[in-house]
Nanobody, 118 residues
């Protein structure tokens, strides 16, 4: 059974940092591209970042470029999202997903809430 479980969310002041983690199990993690997708209150899903299976290629939405860093540890079956210089508009539920834009997402985690008050 494929499982993706996010952790590391919380309340952080503007300008602060958080690191999200996503623990993966039930599939060969190192064989799949992975993404972070977020949903702000009252809005639709927004792709944030993606990383290829080996970790050597990354992509970011313009809204987070230069502030967020995606990475992965294939030995630990874990995906990360380092978020710096957080803004109130980054407030959202952040989902870890197996897949990437243009190809689609096969599995999702339950999400982790990140709140940056204005």
């Amino acid at each position: 059974e494929v499982q993706l479980v996010e952790s590391g969310g919380g309340l952080v002041q503007p300008g602060g940092s958080l690191r999200l983690s996503c623990a993966a199990s039930g599939f060969t993690f190192s064989s799949y591209a992975m993404s972070w997708v977020r949903q702000a209150p009252g809005k639709g899903l927004e792709w944030v970042s993606a990383i290829n299976s080996g970790g050597g290629s990354t992509n970011y939405a313009d809204s987070v470029k230069g502030r967020f860093t995606i990475s992965r540890d294939n030995a630990k079956n874990t995906l990360y999202l380092q978020m710096n210089s957080l803004k109130p508009e980054d407030t959202a539920v952040y989902y870890c997903a197996q897949g990437k834009p243009g190809v689609g997402y096969d599995y999702w985690g339950p999400g982790s809430q990140v709140t940056v008050p204005s």
